[in-house]
């Protein structure tokens, strides 16, 4: 059996594609972008989408949200 640490897992991936993202703008190439757009005040959809954006700019995503 094996056990698996996602946190682990995941911060691995992160610093991955920060590395990957990094590399494409020193090429100068387009960097991936986020866009999301809020429709209203759920709290709970605000929570989730600034989450996703502050993981965008963790691994040098650009991101836009739209209210």
Do not use: W
Not at 1 to 7: A, E, N, R, S, V
Not at 16 to 30: I, M, P, R, T, Y
Not at 39 to 64: I, M, P, Q, R
Request: with cysteine; hydrophobic share 45%; net charge positive.
């Amino acid at each position: 059996m094996i056990l698996l640490d996602g946190k682990a897992t995941s911060a691995e991936i992160r610093a991955e594609l920060k590395v990957e993202v990094d590399q494409l703008k020193k090429d100068g190439k387009k960097v991936p972008h986020l866009a999301a757009v809020i429709v209203g005040k759920n709290g709970a959809s605000l929570t989730y989408v600034n989450a996703k954006v502050k993981a965008c700019e963790a691994v040098g995503f650009d991101s836009s949200l739209i209210k």
